[in-house]
């Protein structure tokens, strides 16, 4: 089953959203930055917001069609929803919670598909415990099992694991492939953390102002970005003007003047003349940082330069270079410590020319 | 002490309690999930009780259901009798002057509860009925109780309605607080005392009784 959905809703005076995407069975990351209104097709999705056009259909079955009056109710649509802030109901027993979707199933029944699915998210043994006597990880297995009790023909998850560090997230996405394995219901899963991204999907749709800009594999999506608001979702923290010098297409590179500067940089080939300009992007963490001149390097791109500033953000260091143009660097606290570094400083870059892209400004 | 003015006031507080049981919950429900721009005019009706003066409201009240209006005619057509200076007649100037009671910390329990929790019991098949008699009103339950509560005390010790209604007949209309009032008007100082202390100590043990009953067992213990 696929699911099929064109939806038009107006968030706000200014803010139109406008998507038309398909997504297969298996898990289909909705990618973009908070504001983008993923959460809206979400909920447009599940029956709790009216799009002014447009049409939802898995498979044969329509949710939605503005055309011929079809809006189905949420109870009806045999869609399952995990909240992000989960939304289990806190005076139920993990099992009354994983029940109540069960209503119309005699008792025996109830049971035998509890137990079922408490199994399969691994929460058998914490039935009769309170939602609020359980772990972050253990209530996001009781929201999952929820939803999927009902054997729900699509998944729609907003943000469910951001609470949560990366093994347990991939340790439940893993038992949530597991059960789909057998089933092949579409799952779209909602984030703005682009390392879920890579770490989860097996299709990513990047969402941005209420508009779809690309879609496809994370390889295609996020290694490649096509444009710079993609690109800055995708992690690349720094851009460039430069304007094209020479290119080598023997070598498939070319060689860009920084704007503003007398700073080179050896690029990937892209389609563009000697004197075009483009714009570049590197990922901070794509950047090597030495505290000498490196000797007999492979990477095309040594800069000298200093620090301007640095500083921690949890497992990461952040560091402003002024190497002729500002470069942002981050480091792992180890590689900082073991280099002794410190604002003022003298450094050099090491950037790998496939390190650097070629990202058109406009979407 | 006076029994028969006790009796007849617990009588008072029970029914006019379990009306407004009935008729508050779906007033709460639509005070607190309707989204109709003039809904703070309906708020401002069921408040006003709060801040009339009971002789403004106990008047409004006669006025209201005496002969030469249409309630108190269709009423005395239908029994036989008038309902000012009646037992009837306290009971509906109590409603009113009790509704806010009622109501206001019901509503207020209901739109505390997370949207999303209501989302999810409708998505996961309930009909609006079964969202609210499962989450709604289990969330609630400590509104819900306290507007029993409160709407139960407020009956039991009005005294300008039900002067103003009801005046002050025994068996009738007499409630506790006028017996106190006759008793103190007339120096039985011993009588009034007895009759105020057993109050005192009836709405203690009612208090406690909530407080001890609306602890919730699931939100005793909670890991962030």
């Known amino acids: 089953m696929t699911l099929r959905a064109t939806i038009r809703a107006r968030l706000a005076r200014d803010f139109q959203l406008d998507v038309d995407f398909s997504a297969a069975p298996g898990i289909t990351m909705l990618f973009g930055a908070s504001g983008s209104g993923k959460t809206t097709v979400l909920r447009c999705l599940a029956g709790f917001r009216r799009p002014d056009a447009g049409r939802v259909a898995i498979g044969e079955h329509v949710l939605f069609d503005a055309g011929r009056g079809v809006n189905l109710h949420p109870g009806q649509r045999n869609v399952g929803y995990v909240f992000q802030q989960l939304a289990l109901f806190p005076h139920m027993t993990v099992e009354q919670n994983i029940h109540y979707g069960l209503a119309s199933l005699a008792l025996d029944a109830r049971r035998v598909k509890t137990q079922a699915i408490a199994t399969s998210f691994r929460i058998a043994h914490l039935l009769d415990r309170w939602p609020g006597e359980i772990s972050g990880g253990e209530r996001q297995r009781t929201a999952l099992a929820r939803s999927l009790v009902t054997d729900p023909a699509l998944l729609l998850l907003d943000e469910p694991l951001s609470a949560l560090d990366h093994v347990s997230q991939s340790r439940i996405i893993e038992d949530l492939r597991t059960w789909n394995a057998a089933r092949g219901i579409p799952i779209l899963y909602v984030t703005h953390a682009h390392r879920e991204v890579f770490a989860l999907a097996e299709h990513v749709i990047v969402l941005e102002n209420g508009t779809v800009l690309a879609e496809g594999t994370p390889e295609e999506v996020l290694e490649a970005p096509a444009h710079e608001p993609q690109a800055r979702l995708a992690g690349f923290e720094n851009f460039f003007d430069a304007t094209v010098r020479s290119v080598r297409p023997d070598a498939g590179s070319m060689r860009c003047r920084l704007a503003g500067c007398d700073v080179e940089l050896e690029v990937p080939r892209a389609r563009a003349e000697p004197g075009a300009r483009v714009r570049i992007a590197v990922r901070a963490g794509d950047i090597l940082l030495a505290n000498q001149e490196p000797q007999g390097i492979s990477a095309r791109n040594v800069l000298a330069g200093m620090i301007v500033s640095m500083q921690r953000e949890g497992a990461t260091v952040i560091l402003f270079v002024q190497a002729g143009a500002t470069f942002e660097v981050h480091l792992t606290p180890g590689a900082s410590e073991s280099l002794a570094l410190a604002a003022g400083q003298r450094v050099w870059l090491v950037i790998k020319t496939h390190s650097c892209r070629i990202v058109s400004t406009r979407a | ?224």
């Not at chain 2, 949207?115 to 609630?140: D, H, K, M, Q, Y």
């Open chain 2, 1 to 224: 002490m006076d029994w028969q003015a006790i009796g007849l006031t617990v009588r008072l507080a029970v029914i006019v309690c379990v009306t407004l049981l009935v008729i508050g919950l779906p007033i709460a429900y639509w005070l607190a999930f309707s989204r109709w721009r003039w809904k703070f005019l309906v708020e401002a009706v069921v408040a006003l009780p709060l801040v009339l003066p009971p002789t403004v409201l106990g008047f409004y009240v006669l006025m209201a259901i005496g002969l030469r209006s249409p309630i108190g005619r269709a009423w005395e057509r239908w029994t036989g009798h008038g309902l000012a200076f009646t037992f009837e007649g306290l009971v509906l100037a109590s409603l009113l002057y009790s509704l806010p009671f009622m109501v206001q910390p019901i509503a207020s329990a209901f739109s505390q509860v997370d949207a999303s929790l209501v989302e999810a019991s409708s998505l996961l098949g309930s009909s609006r009925w079964r969202t609210f008699v499962r989450i709604i009103i289990p969330l609630s339950i400590e509104g819900v109780i306290t507007g029993i509560v409160l709407s139960f005390a407020h009956t039991l010790g009005e005294f300008g309605v039900v002067l103003m209604v009801g005046g002050n007949l025994p068996g009738v209309t007499r409630t506790v607080s006028i017996a106190i009032y006759d008793q103190v008007q007339g120096f039985q100082y011993g009588a009034a005392n007895a009759t105020a202390l057993l109050l005192l100590l009836f709405s203690f043990a009612v208090l406690s009784a909530v407080y001890a009953l609306t602890r919730k067992p699931w939100s005793v213990t909670r890991i962030s």
